[in-house]
Every structure is written in C-alpha cells, then in structure tokens.
C-alpha cells in the first residue's frame, strides 16, 4: 500500500497551484496555469476566418486546440519541436473537454484558436493545458456555461491520490492516471481518460476526489480572472 | 435573492442570484433555480434585470456604427476591410464617394492597400457580412497619423458623456482625433503632442471601469502639456 | 502600412519623438529571470518591453560529426510560436525564425564563446551537445536582440547533469558548468527612413526599412554581422550604426 506520499502530501491534496490572465498582451485572451512544477501558457486568438476554408462550419464557430510541450518542457531528452501523435490527441480531447461550455454559435464560418504551450512539465500536463486554455478562453471575452476545471487522480500502488506528481506515475508499483475535466456548476465530466486497471467502485470514488480538488482549483481561476480588473 | 453586488466582477459560472425575483439578461443565464453569468464582466442590476458589461474588448458591428477600417484587398469594384471583426467588411465604389468613380480606375488612388478609412455600418448581413459607407459627414479616407487599438467596450469611455472626455483631450494635444465604435482611435498632430494623446487613450483603455477616471485624465493631461483644463458638463 | 501612415512616422522620428515616449537609442526596460525552467539545465526568460521570450538550454551526449572527433556540438533553434502574435502560424520554423537561430549560433560559434573541445567526453566516441531553443511568449519587435540575451543567460544558467559513461541522469545537475570565455551580444540597428532606430516595437519594425545585427563581445570586438531589409546601408550608416552598437553593448546590463 502507498502509505505516505513521496512529497508529503495527504492524498487529496493538490500541489500547489496557481494563475494568472492577460499575460500574453498580442492574444485577445491568454492565462497561465502552473501546478507543482507542472506550468501550461494558453492563448487565444480569433474569432477569426480560418484555412482551409472548408474546416470552417455555417452553423457554428469552430474551435481548435494545438497542445504543444516546448523543446526544454520534458523530464528528460529534449522534447523533438512539432505535433507527435501524443500531442495530436492532447489536442483533439481539449477540444472535446471545452466545447461543452463554449456557445460558438454567434460566429459561424469562423474560427476560435487556442494555443497552449508547456514551459515544463511534471506530469498533469494536459489537466494543466486544459486549466488554461479555460482560463484564456474567459479571459478573451466568450461566453461560457462555466470555466472548465482539469485536474488528475491516479491511483498508486491501490492508494487514490490527487494531482500526481512525475515520480509517482513513475513509482514502482501497479499505478492508474485518470485525468478528468470536470465542470464546477454541475459537476459534468467534459474530459475522462484512464490508463490501467481499476474497479468500477474505485472510479466513482477516483470522481469525487477529482470534483472536489476543482472545486477548489475553480476559486484558484476565479481569483485570477478578477485579479486583472482590480 | 441577490448573490453578487451592482459594479462587482464576477466570471462565467459564477451564481448572480437564486430563486425567479431578477430577469436575466446580457452576459447571464438561468439554469434551474439561479441565474449565473456567462462571462467576466461588471454586474449591472437595473431594476429586476440583471445584466454584465463585459470587460473583454470584442466588438459586435452593428448598423449605424462609426469604424475605423483598415484596407486588406481591393477589387473590381470596392475595398475589403477589416473593421476588427471576424467578418469582411466591403465598401463600394458608389458608397466611397459622392463624386463618379468611372469604372476600371485605379481604385488604390483613392484608398490604397493597408490605408485606413472612417466609415458607417449601413448593414449586417444574415450571414455577418457588412457594408459600409464613406459618405456622410465625418466619412473620409485618414492619411498619415496613428493608430491606437482600444478595448471596444472602453470606447465609450473615451468619449466621455457627450464626448466630453475626447474634447478634453483634444484640447489639451491639439491632436484631430476620431474614435471608432470598434475599438481602433485614429490621432494625428505634433508628434510629442500625439505621444500625450496616446497616453491619455492608454489610461482610459486601462482603468475605464473604475471610478474618477475623468479626474485622473485631467491631472495627467494638465501636468503633461502645463495646460489648465476644464471638463465640459453638459 | 500605408505610406502616408509611413510618412508620419518617419517625420516624428527625425524630431526624435517615438510614440512610446523613449529616444531613438532608448531600450525598453529590460528583465532578465534565470532558472525559470526547472526540466532544463539552464533557462532564462527575457522580458524586453512587451517582447517576452524564454532560452532552455538541454544537454545530450552523442557521437561527435566524422570531421570534428574531439569536439562538442552546439545547436540552437528558435520557436516563433502562434501563441505569440497573431501572423505566426503553426508549423516548422520559417524563414524568420530560423535567422534568428543561425544569427545568435553563429555569434556564439565564430567568436568560440564556448570551447567545444571542452565538451568532448571519449574522442571519436562522446561528446556533449549542447542544445539552446528559444521560444516566444509574446513577441513585440526585436526578437534577435531579445533572444541573443536569453540564450547567453540561459548558458550561464546551465549545469552539467551527470553522465555515468551509459546514461545522462537528468535529475542530477552537477556542478560543472557550461565553459564560456566570452559573452557575445546582438545589438540590431533598424534604419526608418534616415533615422537609425534600436529595440523597435512591432509596429515600428513593419516599417523598417532595412537592419544590420551586430554581435560584439564585452570589449568591443565585433564577431559577427547580418544585414536585413530589402533597403541599403551607406558607409556613412555603417559606420554609425556599428559604432551604436557597441556602445549600447558596453550599456547592456541584467543582474
């Protein structure tokens, strides 16, 4: 059993986290997100028109994410510059975990672009993209049902733990990531992969302490979002 | 019951009120029992109606709307302009001028590639398309000068309560200066004149949403240029 | 933009107005953080103006190139990410970006700012490469200079991580650092008009009519040069603008 967590922390706590808006002055809304050593840059730009035109949509906006880690983002080799097929599909389930709040409907034929970048990573790194990528979004003026919360619980050695760290992915025992974006309001899930073996009634649990981690994660954004104004 | 303050900031999801006493409306939804906001911005209660200015800076072109538009394709017959909307926006020849525009001229001599124009919005499209006009008091081609890009929904903040604030600039700089609804400011006159001006639009642009602004502007403008200046209230 | 916008400014520049308020020499203010990446072996982040950009440098061992069996390899990249300014598209670098690369590579590389012999490990076997990218955060004008500061600071930053003859251990930083003997900076002299401008915004390098990049060590020696823009440079301009150059160089100042 993963009795005690390697940097100390009780199980349902996340490491700490914080964020800002507004940072990249060219983007029409920008955030950064940081959690534990884990930081993800998020920009948006548009809506704008989009090439090739015949990705564009008569009925809707269209959004799309680009997940990128910098060369200088990774725990170990320099990571190659480009979309690989793990970035090509961080990509496309952060398009699918925002379009449930997101109301694109007011700009058809056109196009909404979010960039995030990884400056460096720990593990969680698309949970913290996805954080950002909210945060940009809201901080660019568009409506939305609510912001998106991205956060990971993983279960190490049978012991459920929020937010993961790269050491404990990487723990000598039988470990289980499942990052999920959830959003506060309603509690729906906009974002729910997995990567092990896990019993049901552990995934209902691993749910409940990821809803409450964005909870408080959501007061974290809400602070930053304001914070500009001030 | 009101959960949130008249000026406060609040953020998309954020409960504005519970229970069916308020109507929502701009920037705010009903979802069951509460009425949450759907953007950030500056909760306005009017009354029953809850409402939240938003603080981002996207402009909605509008008809009647006074823009600055900058010249990104010429064709056949007209300009292609972008008005900082995401849509294209054209002006044909017959609405750049009263005067005839004989058909096959050069129409780059009127208003070239990357010029700027001060037009009016006489249609939005079902499609978002939008028509303009440069023919109208006001209405003209712009030459030389600066451009300044503004938050849209500061806009009328710079203009002041009957443009009491852009005259009280223009007074103090000496600067032509003319403000489009979609958040981009044309000035031209002595160069360290204009840096004044630019820095007085920046201030507005920055602290819009606060309280004695007017005040602050005055104070910036006066040390600027040693000018004593007065606000017009109407 | 159009000429007469062009015009304009060309004119308040001749009386020595910028529209920011600085003089035509003036930098922007100027803040340099280190160690800002923790997954890197030095890092730096560059804040000049609103241009922001960060340096990471990362080793690797590898074989050296057949022709150079006793030396390390240098390598620099430069990322002018889309995130950074509306015209930047997603993709490989372009021809911009990859100026910026081989102009700051090339200061460092024809001044030997950084002993490559010192980074051999087994001649003919193993060599240390030491790789500098350079991404864009926000980019507001003048990225060459802003990224040749980056990427000196981000070397002085950086740390050997240690290498037990099989595998690197990237968690282990050493404390051997990087060997530099000298500190070779970029300072680009834009001309507008007849007017020699530095540290131009955005709007104000559209308008540029042509460059020069000069890279100049602490004592004034000049190691490498780039001419940019489609217009000329006199001698007259030439001589100005090195001359500028250096003696901004000798006024560049971080922590």
């Not at chain 1, 409940?208 to 602070?223: G, L």
């Not at chain 2, 001599?109 to 109208?136: A, R, S, W």
């Not at chain 3, 200079?145 to 000196?152: E, F, K, N, P, V």
């Amino acid at each position: 059993m993963y009795k005690k967590r390697l940097d100390g922390r009780k199980p349902s706590e996340f490491r700490k986290a914080s964020a800002e808006v507004g940072i990249i002055k060219n983007a029409v809304g920008s955030a950064r997100f940081q959690i534990g050593k884990t930081s993800a840059y998020a920009a948006v730009y548009g809506p704008r028109e989009i090439i090739p035109r015949h990705k564009m949509s008569a009925k809707s906006g269209v959004l799309r994410c680009n997940y990128n880690m910098m060369p200088f983002s990774g725990m170990g080799d320099r990571v190659r510059p480009g979309n690989n097929r793990r970035s090509t599909e961080i990509s496309y389930v952060t398009e699918s975990s925002l379009l449930p709040v997101l109301d694109l409907k007011k700009f058809p034929n056109a196009g909404v672009d979010v960039f995030i970048e990884l400056d460096q990573t720990d593990a969680g790194s698309r949970c913290a993209g996805i954080t950002a990528a909210s945060l940009a979004l809201a901080d660019a003026g568009f409506a939305m049902k609510d912001l998106v919360v991205a956060v990971a619980v993983g279960s190490v050695d049978g012991t459920l733990v929020v937010d993961l760290s790269y050491e404990e992915e990487d723990y000598d025992a039988p470990v289980v990531d499942i990052p999920f974006a959830i959003i506060p309001s309603t509690g729906e899930i906009t974002l729910l992969q997995m990567d092990g073996k896990l019993s049901q009634e552990t995934l209902m649990k691993a749910y409940d302490m990821a809803k409450k981690a964005a909870d408080e994660i959501y007061d974290i954004m809400k602070s930053a979002l304001k914070k500009r104004y001030d | 019951m009101l959960k949130c303050k008249d000026k406060e900031i609040v953020v998309p999801g954020e409960i504005l009120c519970e229970g069916m006493e308020f109507l929502p409306s701009y920037g705010t939804y009903r979802a069951d029992k509460v009425i949450r906001s759907s953007i950030v911005g500056l909760v306005n209660i009017d009354g029953k109606v809850i409402k939240i200015m938003p603080t981002s800076g996207r402009y909605f072109p509008r008809r009647g709307d006074t823009i600055i538009g900058r010249v990104f394709d010429i064709t056949m017959n007209g300009w292609r302009l972008n008005i900082n909307s995401p849509y294209s926006s054209f002006l044909t020849m017959m609405e750049a001028s009263s005067q005839f525009i004989r058909k096959g001229s050069d129409l780059s001599k009127i208003i070239p590639m990357e010029g700027y124009m001060v037009g009016k919005i006489t249609n939005v499209t079902g499609q978002n398309l939008i028509d303009l006009t440069m023919k109208g008091p006001g209405l003209r081609k712009l030459d030389g000068g600066v451009i300044v890009n503004v938050n849209s929904s500061k806009v009328s903040r710079i203009i002041g309560r009957q443009g009491s604030m852009i005259k009280l600039i223009k007074e103090a700089t000496g600067c032509f200066i003319t403000v489009g609804q979609n958040g981009r400011v044309w000035l031209s006159g002595e160069a360290k004149n204009e840096v004044i001006a630019i820095n007085a639009i920046e201030l507005i642009n920055e602290k819009g949403h606060k309280k004695g602004l007017t005040d602050e502007v005055k104070k910036f403008l006066e040390k600027e240029t040693g000018k004593k200046l007065e606000v017009s209230n109407v | 933009m159009n000429e007469t916008m062009k015009k304009h400014l060309q004119n308040s520049l001749s009386n020595g107005i910028r529209l920011d308020g600085r003089k035509l020499e003036e930098f922007r203010d100027l803040k340099v953080e280190t160690g800002v990446v923790a997954t890197a072996e030095g890092s730096a982040r560059v804040k000049l103006g609103n241009t922001e950009l960060i340096a990471g440098v990362k080793m690797a061992v590898m074989a050296p190139y057949s022709d150079r069996p006793d030396e390390g390899t240098l390598m620099v990249n430069t990322e002018l990410t889309a995130m950074s300014h509306e015209k930047y598209k997603l993709g490989p670098p372009g021809a911009d970006a990859i100026e910026i690369a081989r102009v700051v590579d090339r200061g460092i590389r024809e001044s030997h700012a950084i002993d490559t012999g010192k980074l051999c490990i087994t001649k003919g076997e193993k060599v240390w490469m030491v790789g500098i990218d350079i991404v864009t955060i926000n980019a507001d004008g003048n990225l060459i200079d802003a990224a040749g500061i980056a990427t000196l600071a981000a070397i002085k930053d950086a740390f050997f991580p240690e290498y037990d003859g099989v595998n690197v251990d990237y968690k282990k930083k050493t404390k051997k650092k990087v060997p530099l003997n000298s500190e070779p900076l970029p300072i680009t002299v834009f001309k507008i008009g007849k007017e020699l401008v530095l540290d131009p915004t955005f709007s104000e390098e559209e308008v540029a009519d042509a460059r020069i990049t000069v890279t100049i060590l602490e004592d004034g020696t000049l190691c490498s040069l780039q001419k940019g823009g489609n217009a000329t440079f006199t001698r007259d301009e030439l001589d100005k603008a090195t001359k500028l150059a250096i003696k901004t160089r000798k006024n560049i100042k971080w922590n």
